[in-house]
């Protein structure tokens, strides 16, 4: 059985003449245009299960997928013979046909602090499945337990001293959390949007604006500061997701997370939703509980360890391809000038090439990125209407 799954951050999809952030709205005209579009880039991207970013109305979403099923439907009717023709079962009209997602599932989480209130909208995300769903899709967003960030004094400081805590209550975007039936198997999916890297600035009460948005009396270090509060909530959000994807292998089911990460895949955001990369051989460290120079970890404790580290890390698919081709630029957001990946698909080792206990291989790994362009060119100038993201695919074949 073959089957895929992608992720597509869809740029602030919301119905015409509704203001989602201030000033900002779609007219009836530029709305009929980011439907066109974004329906064409569903059918190229043909993915059985998707996860979407940035919704602001189910309805609008529904709509773009309607859109893109009649379309697929056309398509096939121009493309596929009928089976009244000999050649009907040749291999190539199963490459050119789309499977329209009329009887898809659509799981969608809007935002916990969207009150539409308009120039005031928050976006959801939500996800989309020909394979259907297996049980209720569940929201994470607004945190039953506040999660709590404790910081110890530095060495060299006295240990009574308080260092500090950071408290996170409700995520910026909520995690979509659905169980997707594939042959005998049941994944699940973390649909994910973490915090933006725009800045974070707190406005005075009764004021209009904060201090820092005004450009006119620029304040580098106010900004910097709102961007260290952007980074630390999105490394919070990060956690947050951890904690979900640890909980469901330690459950024994195999896991993937998609969606906008808003950090590339070094990011510290990145690599807390992944997990750690094993240490090449633990028998070299000195142990946790050394006296001596000579305590280290025995090669016993060193395979103990790294299938420890192993077993809950996450892999991109994105370098599964690279690893296995000779392509090596892969891209799904410009801006400045700096292309980078800030999507991605990460695979459990129940997907990954080197895992015996593997249910499924990647067969390839494709990205629709043509659309992409900060503007910074005058032969690629900004689209608005477009998605400012690339569309990502991991094409999967189960192995039994």
Not at 330 to 352: C, K, M, N, P, W
Not at 354 to 378: C, K, Q, W
Request: contains cysteine.
């Amino acid at each position: 059985m073959q089957f895929s799954i992608a992720s597509f951050n869809l740029k602030n999809l919301i119905g015409p003449d509704k203001e989602y952030y201030q000033f900002q709205i779609y007219t009836p005209e530029e709305y009929a245009w980011k439907r066109d579009w974004t329906a064409s880039q569903l059918i190229d991207l043909d993915a059985d299960v998707i996860g979407f970013q940035e919704v602001f109305e189910e309805d609008a979403l529904r709509d773009v997928v309607a859109e893109a099923s009649r379309r697929a439907k056309a398509l096939n009717d121009a493309v596929i013979p009928d089976r009244g023709k000999a050649y009907h079962r040749k291999v190539i009209f199963e490459k050119l046909g789309v499977d329209p997602w009329d009887d898809a599932a659509l799981a969608f989480a809007p935002n916990a602090a969207d009150e539409g209130v308009p120039g005031e909208r928050r976006p959801g995300v939500a996800v989309l499945s020909r394979l259907g769903f297996v049980g209720t899709p569940e929201v994470i967003q607004d945190l039953d337990q506040p999660l709590d960030i404790p910081f110890q004094a530095l060495r060299g400081m006295d240990s009574a001293l308080d260092g500090g805590h950071y408290t996170l209550r409700r995520l910026s975007r909520p995690i979509l959390k659905v169980r997707v039936p594939v042959g005998d198997h049941v994944v699940t999916l973390f649909n994910c949007h973490l915090k933006s890297k725009l800045g974070e600035y707190i406005r005075p009460e009764g004021a209009d604006f904060a201090p820092e948005e005004d450009l006119t009396r620029y304040d580098p270090v106010g900004r910097a500061m709102g961007s260290l509060r952007a980074a630390v909530r999105r490394m919070a959000e990060a956690w947050v997701l951890r904690r979900e994807i640890v909980a469901e292998l330690d459950a024994g089911n195999p896991v993937v997370a998609v969606g906008d990460f808003n950090d590339g895949e070094h990011a510290v955001s990145a690599e807390i939703v992944a997990g750690e990369v094993p240490f090449r051989n633990y028998s070299w460290m000195l142990r946790h509980d050394a006296t001596s120079h000579g305590d280290r970890y025995s090669d016993a404790e060193h395979q103990a360890i790294t299938e420890a580290v192993e077993r809950v890390r996450l892999h991109a698919a994105e370098k599964l391809f690279v690893r296995k081709s000779l392509r090596d630029v892969i891209y799904t957001s410009a801006f400045g000038g700096v292309y980078e990946s800030l999507d991605q698909i990460l695979l459990s080792r129940h997907f990954h090439p080197d895992f015996e206990g593997r249910i499924a291989d990647m067969d390839y790994f494709s990205v629709l990125n043509d659309h992409i362009t900060d503007g910074a060119h005058p032969e690629a100038p900004y689209n608005k209407l477009a998605s400012d993201h690339g569309q990502i695919k991991a094409h999967l074949r189960l192995r039994r």
